[in-house]
């Protein structure tokens, strides 16, 4: 997953838009994105781990309240660094009335690194308005604020994906009346 030569790389792709019309699949179009990736030679940094829950199914009304865990790995002998967590969704956006999504601390900034290990907690109430077919996907991001052994800043990141899916409560009966 990484390569082993030191140097500057360039790629690109193409990703195609799909729609279903009819029962039929049709493409609607299609991006070209190219991406250059600068690789330096002498990091000696290792990723910073990251731990999320299992993915998760409730009943729309119930609150979800679970530990985001991250933590910094030692390389050799260099002390651990300073590290971020960060979640991206579109639960994170919801207007306040619809109930978002939350996280404490929320690290938006670009210099939020605190101390190896760190809990973030996440939190959401959700509510009927949050019952769809398909799983909300949470991209969780941990950032460190490593350096190469030249003493140049070499950020390494992790991301892990959360599933969570909302469904409709049961439905209730009344008592039934009979004529």
Same mark, same amino acid.
């Given at each position: 997953?990484?390569?082993?030569?030191?140097?500057?790389?360039?790629?690109?792709?193409?990703?195609?838009?799909?729609?279903?019309?009819?029962?039929?699949?049709?493409?609607?179009?299609?991006?070209?994105?190219?991406?250059?990736?600068?690789?330096?030679?002498?990091?000696?940094?290792?990723?910073?781990?990251?731990?999320?829950?299992?993915?998760?199914?409730?009943?729309?009304?119930?609150?979800?309240?679970?530990?985001?865990?991250?933590?910094?790995?030692?390389?050799?002998?260099?002390?651990? *660094?300073?590290?971020?967590?960060?979640?991206?969704?579109?639960?994170?956006?919801?207007?306040?009335?619809?109930?978002?999504?939350?996280?404490?601390?929320?690290?938006?900034?670009?210099?939020?690194?605190?101390?190896?290990?760190?809990?973030?907690?996440?939190?959401?109430?959700?509510?009927?308005?949050?019952?769809?077919?398909?799983?909300? *996907?949470?991209?969780?991001?941990?950032? *460190?604020?490593?350096?190469?052994?030249?003493?140049?800043?070499?950020?390494?990141?992790?991301?892990?994906?959360?599933?969570?899916?909302?469904?409709?409560?049961?439905?209730?009966?009344?008592?039934?009346?009979?004529?």
């Amino acid at each position: 997953d990484s390569p082993d030569t030191p140097g500057e790389y360039n790629i690109a792709f193409i990703v195609i838009e799909w729609r279903k019309f009819n029962g039929v699949w049709g493409q609607i179009g299609y991006v070209r994105r190219d991406m250059q990736i600068i690789v330096n030679g002498d990091c000696k940094n290792e990723r910073p781990e990251l731990e999320v829950p299992n993915d998760t199914c409730v009943v729309a009304g119930a609150n979800i309240n679970k530990l985001i865990r991250g933590f910094d790995r030692p390389s050799g002998s260099d002390p651990l *660094d300073d590290i971020k967590i960060q979640g991206f969704s579109e639960i994170f956006e919801f207007a306040p009335s619809k109930s978002p999504a939350t996280l404490d601390p929320m690290m938006e900034d670009e210099d939020d690194f605190v101390p190896s290990p760190l809990e973030v907690e996440f939190n959401w109430n959700t509510i009927c308005d949050h019952i769809k077919g398909q799983p909300y *996907d949470v991209v969780f991001k941990i950032t *460190d604020n490593g350096t190469s052994s030249n003493g140049s800043p070499t950020k390494l990141a992790t991301f892990r994906t959360w599933k969570i899916t909302v469904v409709a409560p049961a439905p209730v009966l009344d008592t039934a009346i009979v004529p």
